[in-house]
Every structure is written in C-alpha cells, then in structure tokens.
C-alpha cells in the first residue's frame, strides 16, 4: 500500500497513474477534493490534512509501506500574508507524516522546491547552502529539515517550474498558452531563471526513487536553463502562436509581496546517475504535451 497526501496536484495526476501501470500497489489516496479514479485497487478519502488525529487515523488504517507527499501551499504572496496556514501545511503536515510513518516503519517521500535557496549562485546541487529570502521557503526549508529528522527512511525531492499535459491545475505553460489563444497581453519576467521540469519526468523520479532503498536529497530538474519569458516565448513558438502579446518585465517592476530569487534551477545529476534517465529538456516536453493535446481533443474540447 502506497499513502499519497495531496493526490489532488499536478504531480498526483501524473503519479497515480504512472504508479497504478507500472506496479501492483495499492493506492490509498488523501485529497481536500473527490478525485475521478476509479480503479479497484484505489481507495479515495476526501480528508482536511489540517486534521492531525483524521489524518492519522486514515493513514494508520490503511497501514501503507510508503507515504508520499505532494501537499504544500506554493502561493508564493500567500505565505508572506498567511503564514499560519503556511506553516500547517508546509512544516506541521510534514511533522504528523513523518511521525506517522516512524510509527508505521514506512518510507516517506516529501516534494520540496529550490525556493529554499537565495538565488545569487544558481543552479543548485544537493550540497549546496540553502538560504531561503521569504516565507514560503523558509517554511519548506523547516519541511525538509522535520522530514529528515523526523524519518530516517526519508527522501526528500527538490523541484522547480512544474508543467504538463492540460489538466485541472493550471500550470506557467497552461497559462501562457490561454493568453496567446484569447490574445490577453501578459507581462512575464526575465530576470527569473529556473530549469522547468515535466511532470512526468518528476512522476518517474518520485515512482522509481520511492520504490528504491535509497534515502536523503535529490535534485530533480529539467534540462534546460532559461528566464521565465524566454520560457514563455519558446511556447508561443513552439505552437504557432503570435507571441506580441509577451512583454518583458523585471521582478523588481512587478512588485509583488514576497521576495523572488532570481538565478535558481537544480542540477539533476544525482538522480539521474542513480536512475540512469535524463530528465527532458523543454522542447521535449512541450512535443509531449502536443502530443498528449491530440489524443485528448476530444476531452479537452
């Protein structure tokens, strides 16, 4: 049995499926929503992961080898204003989990961001100092540091700039590709470098490592390096779309309440020597997506 808080993500969409092909594990998942799977060896519990005796008592009944959690408040601005609620489901979340799977003498997978570092110095390996400069990351530093503490039989994975097929959450790509299609003028930084990583590609990562005996850090980011609106033009270009709507702004200009590192991105190669994979560069995974647009037109029309 495989536990999966916050089933409900982006990186739960493309987790649950992956993990119901390529195993025979039975999935119990915890999500705030109702999820469509309908699937015999999935068990779905709509649960407030706030709720620390809840939680436990879903988690403790199903008795699961492994609990995954992809639950977080990534709501940059948000943390910076309600950080009560940052705090609950980035730091005291991963406390009750990593409690829990002590208890149960599983093996716990955390997804943590590269927003624990500064940005003056990217990108990162897993050795590198993290420095976070708001709260947001700050608080999934504290996440990181309880998983680790918390579970000896602990993996904690680092990502950045998560995109994928269209789904219910709304992504960078998604949202880029709804302004070219309804032609709204959106202004897009240039000064924020990350190295965007498919969805897939971070399944595969979470699936294989999960499923390994390994333990400790990872890094797991795509191939290439670029501003967010150099990201946003390789979109437009790469679907054919006029991309004068684009303005480039700086993070300064924009003003917004949290701080931004600006030179992040992971260095990947941890993982994946140990897998022995390579995580996809970005034209690769936008021909994934417009392969994946194909297949669904009829679903997504």
């Known amino acids: 049995m495989i536990t999966?808080?916050?089933?409900?993500?982006?990186?739960?969409?493309?987790?649950?499926?992956?993990?119901?092909?390529?195993?025979?594990?039975k999935l119990q998942l915890l999500s705030s929503r109702p999820l469509a799977?309908?699937?015999?060896?999935?068990?779905?519990?709509?649960?407030?992961?706030?709720?620390?005796?809840?939680?436990?008592q879903t988690i403790m009944a199903a008795m699961p080898q492994m609990v995954i959690n992809l639950a977080a408040m990534t709501n940059v601005d948000k943390c910076e204003s309600e950080?009560?609620?940052?705090?609950?489901?980035?730091?005291?979340?991963?406390?009750?989990?990593?409690?829990?799977?002590?208890?149960?003498?599983?093996?716990?997978?955390?997804?943590s961001t590269d927003y624990v570092f500064d940005g003056t110095?990217?990108?990162?390996?897993?050795?590198?100092?993290?420095?976070?400069?708001?709260?947001?990351?700050?608080s999934k530093l504290a996440g990181e540091n309880i998983c680790v503490a918390g579970n000896a039989n602990s993996l904690v994975i680092r990502t950045n700039v998560i995109y994928g097929p269209p789904r219910e959450r709304p992504d960078f790509v998604r949202w880029v590709l709804d302004a070219l299609d309804s032609q709204t003028p959106i202004r897009v930084v240039d000064d924020q470098i990350g190295n965007p990583?498919?969805?897939?590609?971070?399944?595969?990562?979470i699936m294989r490592l999960g499923m390994s005996r390994r333990t400790g850090l990872y890094h797991a980011g795509g191939a290439d390096f670029l501003s967010r609106y150099d990201f946003a033009l390789k979109i437009a270009e790469f679907f054919k779309l006029d991309p004068s709507i684009i303005s480039r702004v700086t993070t300064a200009e924009l003003a917004q309440?949290?701080?931004?590192?600006?030179?992040?991105?992971?260095?990947?190669?941890?993982?994946?020597?140990?897998?022995?994979?390579?995580?996809?560069?970005?034209?690769?995974?936008?021909?994934?997506?417009?392969q994946y647009v194909v297949r669904h037109r009829e679903e997504l029309l």
Not at 122 to 131: A, D, F, I, M, R
Not at 273 to 288: A, E, Q
């Open 257 to 290: 309440p949290a701080r931004r590192p600006l030179r992040l991105g992971l260095i990947s190669l941890k993982a994946e020597t140990d897998l022995r994979m390579r995580l996809r560069g970005v034209d690769s995974g936008l021909t994934s997506i417009r």
């Open 37 to 56: 799977y309908d699937h015999e060896r999935v068990q779905m519990h709509v649960v407030n992961v706030r709720d620390k005796n809840v939680l436990k």
């Open 197 to 205: 990583t498919y969805v897939d590609d971070l399944a595969e990562v």
């Open 4 to 25: 999966i808080v916050g089933a409900g993500s982006t990186t739960g969409a493309a987790l649950i499926p992956m993990l119901l092909e390529e195993t025979d594990e």
């Open 121 to 138: 110095k990217g990108p990162y390996t897993e050795t590198s100092v993290p420095n976070p400069i708001n709260y947001y990351g700050k």
């Open 83 to 111: 950080r009560q609620m940052a705090w609950d489901l980035n730091v005291t979340l991963v406390e009750n989990l990593a409690r829990i799977t002590r208890v149960l003498d599983a093996k716990m997978v955390h997804i």
